[in-house]
């Protein structure tokens, strides 16, 4: 069983578009982690977030605990926002992560 | 600004070879974690490491594995005697403590011949 799903999977869109990646999850968490995976591989943190909504630059992420849904918004796309975005809960007595598959996220010129 | 750092960026090894991944962690930060992502799959948590000591484990990481930190900066994950499946990519990440983000080191490539 998945304890975390995103969607979408890919998604594909034009340079200007606002982009929404969704992220559900079934267990209670301490917070949620929102990371971008570069083409290379690395790993970037974006946000940790446990309640309402943080904002950097054109990045907006949200969380509603209730629901246990979180989203990632990117405001005015921009090719070099082409990676895949990862939400990974932080869980349990120890805090580890608990990854979900990715979002690959494509903007095209 | 301060980053995590791995070493080597690509190993290749022989199947049933020890190898030794090595990070150094943002000076600051108190607990330190290994993860592995397998070529086209998601990232897996292998192990979190504070106070000279392992607070968690994964399924994954059985005997074959071990972490340490040697010294005052180093963190080290050894694979004792590797296996084919064992080829992934394999990040590091640290953090002040374990309810705030985590940082990333940029990964070590490891290769199981």
């Known amino acids: 069983k998945n304890e975390v799903e995103q969607s979408p999977q890919n998604l594909t869109a034009q340079e200007g578009e606002f982009i929404t990646i969704n992220c559900s999850y079934s267990v209670g968490i301490s917070a949620l982690h929102w990371l971008q995976q570069h083409p290379g591989g690395g790993i970037v943190s974006l946000f940790m977030?446990?309640?309402?909504?943080k904002k950097h630059g054109r990045l907006i992420a949200t969380i509603n605990i209730q629901e246990k849904h979180s989203s990632l918004h990117i405001t005015a796309s921009h090719p070099r926002d082409s990676a895949v975005y990862i939400c990974?809960?932080?869980?349990?007595?120890?805090?580890?992560?608990?990854w979900g598959a990715g979002t690959k996220l494509i903007i095209k010129p | 600004e301060p980053e995590v750092t791995q070493t080597p960026s690509h190993q290749v090894t022989q199947m049933g070879q020890e190898v030794i991944l090595r990070c150094v962690p943002i000076?600051?930060?108190?607990?330190f974690y290994w993860y592995r992502q397998i070529l086209g799959q998601k990232v897996e948590f292998l192990v979190s490491f504070y106070n000279n000591e392992i607070s968690e484990k994964s399924e994954i990481f059985d005997d074959q594995f071990s972490v340490e930190r040697p010294d005052g900066s180093n963190f080290t994950l050894k694979i004792r005697s590797t296996k084919l499946e064992d080829s992934a990519m394999y990040f590091c990440?640290?953090?002040?403590?374990?309810?705030?983000?985590?940082?990333f080191g940029p990964g070590t490539r490891l290769t199981v011949l």
């Open positions: 990440a640290s953090s002040v403590n374990p309810y705030n983000e985590q940082f």
């Open positions: 977030l446990s309640s309402g909504k």
């Open positions: 000076s600051n930060h108190l607990y």
């Open positions: 990974a809960l932080l869980y349990g007595s120890n805090y580890q992560l608990i």
